[in-house]
């Protein structure tokens, strides 16, 4: 497992912007699925992007694509999501999730139980 400090999360109005950040302390910092998981109560985390250290793949969740941008600086350790177009649904907990032995599968990145490790998590808002 690996610590991970979210943070970044705000209160904004619909059409805002945020950028979230997760600083990660593995060492070494490679071979690691990195994943964006909103989790509103009574609802089971799904992931909205996600990305592997390496850079081979990067997958977004339809409800986000072209508003949301996953990024990464691997010398700092860290994962980046640029939220931009907020819209009120979008308001949530944030959670940022890493797994070294997951590969980053197209089938199954979305899905919280393929991650081992997660941030406290950052609160997203965006009113209407």
């Known amino acids: 497992q690996v610590q991970l400090v979210d943070s970044g999360g705000g209160s904004v109005q619909a059409g805002g912007s945020l950028r979230l950040s997760c600083a990660a302390s593995a060492n070494p910092y490679n071979n690691y699925c990195m994943g964006w998981f909103p989790q509103v109560p009574g609802k089971e985390p799904e992931g909205v992007a996600a990305i592997h250290t390496d850079g081979r793949s990067t997958y977004y969740a339809d409800a986000v694509k072209g508003r949301f941008t996953i990024s990464q600086d691997n010398g700092k350790k860290s994962v980046y999501l640029q939220m931009n177009s907020l819209k009120p649904e979008d308001t949530a907990m944030y959670y940022c999730?890493?797994?070294?032995?997951?590969?980053?599968?197209?089938?199954?990145?979305?899905?919280?139980?393929?991650?081992?490790?997660w941030g406290q998590g950052t609160q997203v808002t965006v009113s209407s």
């Open positions: 999730a890493a797994d070294r032995a997951y590969d980053c599968a197209e089938a199954s990145w979305s899905e919280g139980r393929v991650y081992d490790s």
